[in-house]
């Protein structure tokens, strides 16, 4: 099946940094979302993203699909920004490809 | 618009006992999915429904775990019995048509 890979596994930024989290996967994808899990469990959406640029408020994404990679960007992390990034894709178009992989994600840290 | 709702929130049973999960999906949302989240790990999709059909249960323990989709809308995700490995986030999705997926908050499974 498709592989994902986040990178880094682990980030601690202070207050007020920028920071760029990538996103490699081993297939061609018609879906890739990236989500913020925060310290409660809820998986909540940031971007449907399976190419092209988004930016919505300080976070913004590219999936360059070509590659086969994405990016996160955060901007002026504040520390509610803490928790665990995922990337995750969906290699078909349809009902009986619509399995979606989750990368390890990342754990971001922001410290006041 | 109400989101994914899920429940119990968290459930605490002795191995080789029986629990149960309960989903509501978005309203009009034909799809809806289970994942198991066991910590430090991403989602893994157990089962995908379409309406009231199985799409995919290919990563689905069924000597132990089982699932059924009550007239396409609610779903209930059963465990019996179960194991110290189960112990997890069992996370019910939801989605119109195969694009994004949008995520409950979750029940934290821990079995003793």
């Known amino acids: 099946g498709i592989q994902v890979e986040q990178s880094p596994p682990d980030l601690i930024l202070q207050e007020g940094a920028n920071s760029t989290l990538r996103c490699n996967f081993s297939?061609?994808?018609?879906?890739l979302q990236w989500f913020h899990q925060n310290p409660w469990g809820q998986l909540i959406n940031l971007f449907y993203?399976?190419?092209g640029t988004k930016q919505n408020g300080r976070l913004s994404a590219t999936t360059v699909a070509t590659e086969r990679y994405s990016l996160l960007y955060i901007s002026s992390s504040q520390t509610t920004d803490s928790g665990v990034y995922f990337c995750?894709?969906?290699?078909?178009?349809?009902?009986?490809?619509?399995?979606?992989?989750f990368g390890a994600g990342t754990r971001l840290t922001v410290k006041p | 618009e109400a989101g994914v709702a899920q429940s119990p929130r968290y459930k605490i049973i002795e191995k080789r006992q029986s629990v149960a999960f309960w989903c509501n999906p978005i309203?009009?949302?034909?799809?809806l999915y289970w994942y198991q989240q066991i910590l430090g790990q991403g989602p893994k999709l157990l089962i995908q429904?379409?309406?009231?059909?199985?799409?995919?249960d290919s990563q689905l323990p069924k000597d132990r775990f089982s699932a059924e989709r009550l007239k396409g809308v609610d779903s209930t995700l059963k465990i019996q019995p179960a194991k110290l490995e189960d112990s997890a986030v069992y996370l019910c999705?939801?989605?119109?048509?195969?694009?994004?997926?949008?995520f409950g908050p979750g029940t934290r499974l821990t079995v003793l």
């Open positions: 995750a894709v969906v290699k078909g178009l349809g009902s009986n490809n619509n399995d979606m992989r």
């Open positions: 429904f379409q309406n009231n059909g199985v799409v995919d």
């Open positions: 999705a939801s989605s119109l048509g195969y694009t994004t997926q949008y």
């Open positions: 993203i399976p190419s």
């Open positions: 309203s009009g949302h034909a799809t």
């Open positions: 297939d061609s994808v018609n879906n």
